[in-house]
């Protein structure tokens, strides 16, 4: 087996090769990695560690925040914001974007998190994960939340930590897709997989098929294709996935293919979707193209949509190229038969 290469390394050689990362975006990515190995330690501590069960507050979303989602979102804070690499920060568990303090030198970049996603599941010992996002400043003076409203094309990084049977980093500057495995023993994240391609067909869907009686024609329509197996229009039989946890979803499709749908549904019509555009869609859409397949919210490409307010919400449908297509065929049918 030839010899492998920590994340550093690959970032210095990203760094001088075709991707051309800047040496500040190559510091934003060690640092981040940095803060999801101490991440990792602590979810993996579970009882031990006293960081189960919930805070007892709720973030911004509304939504019980876990105690780990606190620790995670402190160790991605304090990790990053005396570099010099970055402007401002926005991440799911806080309200409004965070400034670097003026005590610390200001960078050029942006960067947007769900510190532990699937927190659901945290309890339960089923994985979970950090998703991250990074953008460039616009030019000008100082850095309000409309620094942040860019559409997904506009990223420069983009990656998650899952937090399962081994820790894994994914990775793109825009130059496919790595994966590196966090080898415990060296202490350092270890390439184990680049140029990640995802295949073009599935023979597995995930979807919460629980909310089936509120999804939309198309989606519905979907599904019940997949579940026609052989004797349906498909002419094969589908398997099926749901861990509740998008950062194990998306990491399955990346590793066997698959399609992932969290679309709008009828329970809160008002809302466009459950998943978060700006640190959970657009950073899984990008890795997602990056790897070969398709990331749109049934209508449009995820990465083209331009964000109005930092926690948008977005209908996702991502994975193999083909299914997510067909999908998006679908909703075109039926609008034009809405016409
Ligand atoms: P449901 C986790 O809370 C999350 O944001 C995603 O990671 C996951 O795909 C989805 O929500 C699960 O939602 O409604 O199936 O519990």
Redesign the pocket.
């Known amino acids: 087996m030839s010899k492998r290469i920590s994340l550093t390394q690959y970032l210095i050689e990203q760094q001088r090769g075709e991707a051309q990362i800047p040496s500040q975006l190559r510091l934003l990515i060690e640092v981040v990695a940095r803060a999801c190995k101490s991440i990792a330690i602590s979810v993996n501590k579970g009882a031990l560690g006293e960081v189960l069960g919930t805070a007892g507050s709720e973030n911004v979303q509304g939504?019980v925040q876990k105690k780990l989602d606190i620790i995670a979102n402190e160790v991605l804070i304090e990790a990053n914001e005396w570099g010099g690499h970055l402007a401002a920060m926005a991440s799911e568990e806080m309200e409004g974007i965070y400034l670097v303090p003026n005590r610390y030198p200001q960078g050029e970049y942006l960067l947007l998190f769900?510190p532990l996603?699937?927190?659901?599941?945290i309890d339960v010992n089923v994985s979970?994960?950090t998703i991250f996002s990074v953008l460039k400043k616009p030019e000008g003076s100082g850095v309000s939340e409309q620094d942040f409203l860019q559409a997904g094309a506009k990223q420069v990084a983009a990656g998650y930590c899952v937090y399962g049977p081994q820790t894994t980093l994914v990775l793109t500057v825009g130059d496919g897709v790595a994966m590196f495995t966090f080898d415990r023993e060296q202490g350092s994240f270890v390439l184990t997989q680049e140029n990640v391609r995802i295949p073009e067909d599935t023979k597995e869907f995930?979807i919460?098929m629980?909310?089936m009686r509120h999804w939309d024609a198309p989606i519905k329509r979907y599904v019940d294709e997949c579940l026609a197996g052989t004797t349906g229009p498909r002419g094969k039989d589908f398997n099926m996935r749901?861990?509740?946890?998008?950062?194990?979803?998306v990491h399955r499709i990346l590793t066997r293919g698959g399609i992932?749908m969290?679309p709008w549904d009828q329970r809160e019509p008002g809302k466009p979707g459950?998943?978060?555009l700006m640190y959970?869609a657009n950073p899984m859409g990008w890795i997602v193209e990056q790897a070969g397949g398709a990331a749109s919210n049934g209508h449009q490409r995820i990465l083209d949509i331009q964000p109005s307010q930092l926690y948008e919400r977005v209908s996702v449908i991502l994975g193999s190229k083909n299914e997510v297509e067909r999908i998006n065929a679908y909703h075109a049918a039926s609008a034009q038969q809405q016409r």
Request: hydrophobic letters at 35%.
């Open positions: 939504e769900d996603d699937g927190s659901s599941n979970i994960g995930a919460n629980s909310n749901w861990i509740a946890s998008m950062v194990a979803d992932f969290y459950k998943l978060r959970e």
